[in-house]
């Protein structure tokens, strides 16, 4: 019987794609380089802003000191516009309000920076009681490291094994599996369901309302 769900924040509650493309796209042009569309970013996102600033820059631009000015400016730009455009997925309102009303307690687990984790949460998720919210940094190394899965785990006062990690990504479902947690794929997200299956997804959901089936 599962007690809890620690949710992915990017791709899987919140559709931040449009924001992200936006803000590196900026860094990209004040260079006078390549843009790229929503879709190519969808491939990009996942292993946190660092790793999706030298995917986006050219081959012979990815030194590490173009690197970390590109990744100062691309933080300071999303900073300023993480909200601008991302909202909660449809569905997802729903969701939270019905493992609410079955007293399931509820975290997140994000590879976004932690104060943009935050920040995010903040105006997206005000209305729901969540146990913990994670983000990149500090102490918590990135997912798919299930450090920050073990501590959401242990601060509910859950086991692993009474959690769902539900994710968008591989590397949400390296988590769930490193962490000993429930593998939920989402396929609403990010990514597509032969990433989820061949990193481990345990259940693959079409909808968000899908997810109560699971936990019934």
């Known amino acids: 019987m599962f007690k809890g769900v620690v949710f992915d924040l990017d791709g899987t509650l919140a559709n ?22 929503y879709s190519t970013y ?14 986006a820059l050219p ?4 030194d590490v000191a173009t690197v970390e000015e590109c990744f100062q400016r691309m933080m300071k730009v999303y900073d300023d516009n993480c909200v601008a455009k991302t909202s909660l997925y449809p569905g ?7 493992l609410q009303d079955k007293n399931l307690k509820i975290a997140i687990f994000s590879n ?18 969540l146990e913990m919210v994670i983000g990149a940094g500090g102490d918590i190394p990135r997912k798919p490291d299930p450090k920050g899965a ?18 968008d990504s591989g590397v949400d479902m390296e988590t769930a599996k490193n ?7 989402v396929l609403w997200g990010f990514r597509d369901m032969e ?18 089936q699971s936990i019934d």
């Open 112 to 129: 976004k920076a932690n104060d943009l984790t935050q920040k995010v949460v903040k105006v997206l998720l005000a209305n729901w009681k």
């Open 92 to 98: 997802i309102p729903e969701l939270l309000n019905a």
């Open 42 to 55: 969808k491939t990009f996102v996942g292993k946190g802003v660092k790793n999706l600033v030298e995917n």
């Open 150 to 167: 073990l501590l959401i785990s242990e601060k509910m006062g859950i086991t692993p094994e009474e959690l769902m990690y539900v994710g």
């Open 16 to 37: 931040s794609i449009e924001d992200i493309a936006n803000s590196m796209n900026t860094v990209l042009q004040e260079r006078g380089l390549d843009t790229y569309d």
């Open 59 to 62: 081959e012979a631009k990815r």
């Open 179 to 185: 962490s000993g947690m429930h593998a939920v794929g």
């Open 195 to 212: 990433e989820l299956l061949e990193n481990g997804a345990q259940t693959i959901i079409h909808h968000p309302m899908d997810l109560m």
